[in-house]
């Protein structure tokens, strides 16, 4: 069993900052591409960042050079969030490509709030 839980979340003002955290627990062998994704009202769930285990990173255009993403060496990521804006409000939901039990898989989490508003 494998469990995703992330943190950190909340209300803050136009162009604050919140940092979001995720960590796995259970039964994991390995971890190889950590990831947040995010999903506002009324749409689609949307990648925002991504991180392999060799640390190489990637963006969704929308986030690039206020966001950032970041791992340790066990099981956890974090999404540091800067310059927030209103039209980042959404819950965010962390994913772990990872090795349990034999086989890979995705494991999601539950998500985490952030609105943006005045």
């Known amino acids: 069993q494998v469990q995703l839980v992330e943190s950190g979340g909340g209300l803050v003002q136009p162009g604050g900052s919140l940092r979001l955290s995720c960590v796995a627990s259970g039964n994991i062998v390995s971890i190889n591409t950590m990831g947040w994704y995010r999903q506002a009202p009324g749409k689609e769930r949307e990648l925002v960042a991504t991180i392999t285990r060799g640390g190489s990173t990637n963006y969704a255009d929308s986030v690039k050079g206020r966001f950032t993403i970041s791992r340790d060496a066990k099981s956890t990521t974090y999404l540091q969030m800067n310059g927030l804006q209103p039209e980042d409000t959404a819950v965010y939901y962390c994913?772990?490509?990872?090795?349990?039990?034999?086989?890979?898989?995705?494991?999601w989490g539950r998500g985490t709030l952030v609105t943006v508003s005045a």
């Open positions: 994913n772990f490509y990872l090795l349990t039990s034999g086989y890979w898989m995705n494991s």
